[in-house]
């Protein structure tokens, strides 16, 4: 299956979802070998599900946002909408992101403020840029591919009777924003439990804890995941909800018709 | 007390022993614990109301100093070459351990939003560095577009843009400034020029030159100090001694200060500057005595001579040492820390200067024999008195012109008064450097071409309130203010906050239309531009103008000048809408380094002339209580008062502000004033006794303790006026006024007190009567 690129659902996906489950016992996988089957995972054709960000800085301020999103594959281009339900100030404002399989061709992204009553086109170069204000990276949401980086099998771990890889993974770019990553894969279904996030100086910056993984429609979706910024003390929560495979959403949701429409 | 001085002399050798031990120790343990606090944070009271409201905010928004690395091209910045080299030096100094990457800003960091008809557009300035003229001409319309940037990170005649690194507290050292400098140094070229500036460059330069500037003066100002008190006292051997008082009490003062764990402020600095100033005073009215003493009875036996010393002098030398001290202890009032410190310790100094003019001074006697004898004064016509000639004439003719000593000291006084309204306080730091230097020639060019290189931050609170910063009529009040701020001063340079956020988006939601460059009327439409920000710009920038609650707003203020009254000048005009914002339910705040800096001073005056007042009325009382009339408490009091009017008002009349190093230099009024007063008064009164003329009493006294008072004032002067060729200017305002007080102390004593002493009738009283 193709890699999901920058949509938020994706990346849940991603991040968040299950892998396939080939619980066979694997023999000496190389450590590109199990990375390649956590990151490429077959999801449903199109997913439904309600998100609860919730943002919380070091003085233990929240921010919460609610979305509702729609997303599904095309084949050459996988295309998403979010609806923001909540704070209401903001309800009704729409997100709209098609993103490409040609690794050549950018994304499309649309933005409709209600108030201002007009879709506008976003463009904007920054990838590594973290995710309205969490702590996910639109590249931790799943748009790094398994060859970015080289990956090492650093020693395999049980941990609650449950054994997990440990992959080193250093990118190719010695100019990536972070300097590796050390991801906890389960051996049995390919899911992660964690994973730690090294800045430039070999620091850790951020870990990642998948908090709850529950099985939807035959799809292992990790419905309630974490990501701490330990340097900056700062943590963004994802919660899944009414998470729904293969309802078959129309082509002509994904519109600019349908932003302004709302929920 | 007699008894057991001088019972002490037959321990000499113990006397030395012991005291030489505890030095050891006292060197021991400042080799091993001594540390210099250079931190300017450490010096604010933490519990007061501001500085705790204002590291909040400062945690709240991430305030923090910026150094300021301007990189200038004659020929205008938009050019590969000048372009290059602020991205290459943008990424090393974002390489600087000390510096988070974050906090490195720049035209190669900074975002630029634009609108156009069918969209938006955030994208980076540039990111290779573009070399053909189309692209370096897309480059500049872009900049210039952008009113975020345009006058901000590039000037506004396109020759100069600059690089801003925030850095947290407690980084700056001499090593981090040196590896700055050089790393901006070695990008320079023929046509690029690069400066350095910013407060933690200031503040980080003048923590350090000022003690580093005391270091290379001392030894100079101590060996004036000996060649002068070698002239006067016309011995070697009592002038090591004198010296050896001072040296040893600083040593044990410093000693302590160590031993208890306590660092050495910039403030701390002074106290050597104190104990000299008062420490040789003791030594020089022992030996002035002892001389006078051995010369009218020549053969006299070493013991003998230094017990007559000890009978006459230990009450005036124990009485000037403790009402010093519990002049110093009054600093204990005071609201900073530093200054507390400097209080207590130099007030224990002053104590161990005592206690080593009376049993080390006398020790050192015994073991190394009497000073020589003055062989000047021998010869001399003494005029039918037991004293000096000169000091008969002066005694006459200030008694005899006394109402004209009277008028000219009311005169000064009056003119004092009247310097004093004009006194200032002055929290700059960059004011303390000289004009043509380095540090502020680099600000002016700064300023020159950006919006200044001071800020104040200004917090509004809607306590609690939450989304109060999304209603549109709070910040269209909030860009009114940035603009009545803005555009009546000069010395503004930038306004930013939340609103320029929104103004900035509203206009490129619209096209880029310039009519679109204002806040919104509606309360959804701001939310939704903040979102929209967070969703492409860089949110960390949003949480720098404004909290998670949307209910508190940082607002910076650029200034020109980091001069308090310009401060002032700007915070009056804000403070303006207080009661506009408090209708709103929000307070108004402020925060940052030089707004501490300013409350601190303010802090540091109001401190110390309470403590001056206090020490005053502490004063008189003991001086009442020690000669047993109020009288003479309150004539004793005199020369201090005088000192310290004079001392406030020639500041005023020089324009020299009042500051934390010249705003203590009032208790050196107090501490010395003192010593004269005590001095004088006890010979006074001892005199008083022996004679029933008032004027042979009064020259007498003029003979023994006015010349003491004279050397005294002689060395500590010379001394002090070295430090006017310091390259630090407040190490020379300090030397022009140590001396100046040490004058008008000297002068006050022997003209005024004297003349109202001998108009007071005390100690004759009773005998007039009599007779």
């Known amino acids: 299956m193709k890699t999901l690129k920058l949509t938020l659902v994706s990346a849940i996906i991603i991040l968040i979802s299950g892998f396939t489950s080939t619980a066979f016992a694997q023999s000496k996988l190389t450590a590109r070998e199990i990375v390649d089957k956590a990151y490429n995972l077959p999801t449903g054709d199109d997913m439904t599900s309600n998100l609860t960000m919730t943002l919380i800085n070091k003085n233990g301020d929240e921010r919460v946002r609610k979305i509702k999103q729609f997303s599904r594959d095309f084949g050459k281009v996988e295309k998403k909408i979010m609806f923001f339900i909540s704070p209401a100030d903001v309800r009704n404002t729409s997100f709209m992101d098609w993103s490409y399989d040609d690794p050549g061709k950018s994304d499309d992204m649309w933005i409709y403020l209600p108030a201002l009553k007009k879709v506008k086109r976003i463009s904007s170069d920054s990838k590594s840029d973290y995710f309205m204000g969490s702590d996910f990276t639109y590249d931790d949401l799943g748009d790094r591919k398994v060859d970015d980086d080289t990956h090492k099998l650093l020693k395999e771990e049980t941990i609650d009777g449950v054994k997990y890889y440990v992959i080193e993974s250093t990118p190719k770019d010695p100019d990536y924003m972070y300097s590796k990553t050390i991801t906890w894969i389960r051996e049995d279904n390919f899911v992660g439990l964690k994973k730690e996030f090294y800045d430039e100086d070999g620091e850790l910056l951020k870990v990642l804890h998948i908090k709850k993984v529950e099985n939807i429609g035959g799809f292992l979706t990790r419905t309630q995941s974490e990501m701490d910024n330990v340097q900056k003390n700062h943590k963004t929560i994802i919660k899944l909800e009414n998470v729904k495979y293969n309802t078959g959403i129309p082509a002509s949701k994904f519109s600019e018709r349908m932003m302004m429409r709302g929920i | ?771």
């Open chain 2, 1 to 771: 007390m007699t008894r057991i001085l001088i019972k002490l002399l037959d321990y000499k050798w113990w006397t030395m022993i012991l005291i030489l031990l505890i030095t050891v120790f006292f060197v021991y343990k400042m080799k091993q614990n001594t540390r210099m606090e250079t931190d300017l944070d450490k010096y604010m009271p933490q519990d007061h109301p501001a500085f705790i409201y204002s590291d909040k905010a400062e945690d709240w928004f991430d305030i923090k100093d910026g150094i300021i690395i301007a990189i200038e091209n004659k020929k205008g910045i938009f050019n590969s070459e000048t372009l290059d080299t602020l991205k290459q030096l943008t990424k090393r100094f974002q390489k600087f351990k000390e510096i988070d990457k974050n906090d490195v800003t720049s035209l190669y960091t900074a975002d630029n939003i634009v609108g156009s008809d069918g969209g938006i557009d955030v994208k980076r300035f540039y990111k290779r560095v573009p070399h053909s003229q189309k692209r370096l001409e897309k480059l500049k319309k872009s900049v210039e577009k952008n009113d975020m940037i345009f006058g901000r990170l590039v000037s506004d005649d396109e020759t100069v843009t600059v690089i801003v690194a925030e850095i947290g507290k407690d980084v700056f050292n001499q090593d981090f400034y040196n590896r700055i400098l050089k790393t901006a140094k070695a990008s320079e070229t023929k046509d690029i020029k690069i400066y350095v500036a910013g407060r933690p460059i200031v503040e980080g330069t003048m923590a350090l030159l000022g003690p580093k500037d005391m270091k290379k003066m001392v030894p100079i100002v101590l060996i004036v100090i000996f060649i002068v008190l070698f002239i006067t006292l016309r011995s070697l051997k009592a002038t090591l001694i004198t010296l050896g008082v001072v040296f040893f009490s600083t040593i044990w003062t410093f000693g302590l200060m160590a031993t208890v764990n306590v660092p050495i402020y910039a403030v701390s600095t002074m106290i050597p500057v104190m104990l000299i100033a008062i420490g040789v005073a003791d030594g020089i009215h022992l030996f002035s005595h002892l001389q006078t003493y051995v010369n009218l009875n020549p053969g006299i036996s070493k013991k003998e001579a230094v017990s007559e010393m000890l009978t006459t002098l230990w009450k005036p030398v124990v009485m000037t040492s403790v009402t010093t001290a519990v002049g110093f202890i009054s600093l204990l009032t005071s609201q900073v820390y530093p200054v507390k410190y400097f209080g207590i310790f130099t007030a224990f100094g002053v104590l161990v200067a005592m206690v080593f003019s009376l049993v080390f001074l006398p020790a050192c006697i015994m073991i190394f024999g009497l000073p020589k004898a003055k062989t000047g004064n021998v010869e001399e016509d003494k005029g039918g008195h037991s004293h000096s000639k000169i000091a008969n004439s002066f005694t006459n003719a200030i008694i005899k012109h006394r109402k004209l000593v009277i008028f000219i000291t009311a005169i000064i006084v009056i003119l004092s008064i009247v310097g004093m309204k004009e006194i200032w306080i002055n929290s700059s730091f960059l004011e303390k450097f000289e004009k043509n230097s380095d540090i502020v020639q680099t600000d002016k060019f700064i300023n020159e071409h950006f919006g200044g290189t001071s800020t104040i931050n200004l917090i509004l609170d809607a306590n609690g309130k939450k989304d109060a910063f999304k209603n549109p009529e709070v910040l269209k009040l909030v860009t009114k203010m940035q603009h009545d701020v803005d555009s009546s001063l000069q010395v503004v340079g930038n306004t930013f906050s939340l609103a320029d956020y929104i103004k900035r988006m509203n206009k490129v939601m619209h096209s880029d239309k310039e009519e679109f460059n204002s806040i919104p009327d509606s309360k959804n439409m701001i939310a939704q531009y903040l979102l929209l920000y967070e969703m492409s710009g860089d949110p960390e920038n949003l949480n720098k103008v404004v909290d998670y609650n949307y209910d508190k707003l940082n607002i910076t203020f650029q200034l020109k000048s980091d001069n308090s009254k310009d401060l002032k000048k700007a915070i009056a005009i804000i403070e303006k809408y207080r009661n506009d914002f408090a209708k709103k339910g929000i307070t108004v705040n402020y925060a940052g380094s030089g707004y501490k800096a300013l409350v601190f001073t303010d802090l540091i005056l109001d401190g110390q002339i309470k403590s001056l007042i206090m020490s005053l009325i502490i004063i008189l009382i003991l001086l009442s209580v020690m000669f047993k009339n109020i009288w003479i408490g309150l004539i004793g009091s005199v020369p201090i008062i005088i000192t310290a009017l004079i001392s406030f008002g020639v500041m005023g009349f020089l324009g020299i502000p009042l500051n934390t190093t010249t705003a203590l230099l009032s208790s050196i009024a107090v501490g010395i004033g003192i010593d004269y007063a005590v001095h004088f008064l006890e010979q006074y009164r001892l005199n008083a006794a022996k004679t029933n003329n008032k004027l042979e009493a009064a020259q007498i006294t003029m003979a023994h303790s006015g010349k003491a008072i004279i050397y005294n004032a002689i060395v500590v002067i010379a001394g002090f006026l070295v430090l006017l060729f310091s390259v630090f200017p407040p190490n020379r305002e300090l030397g022009a006024l140590v001396s100046l007080n040490m004058f008008t102390s000297f002068v006050g004593t022997l003209t005024i007190m004297l003349v109202l002493l001998y108009q007071s009738n005390i100690y004759f009283k009773n005998k007039a009567n009599n007779y």
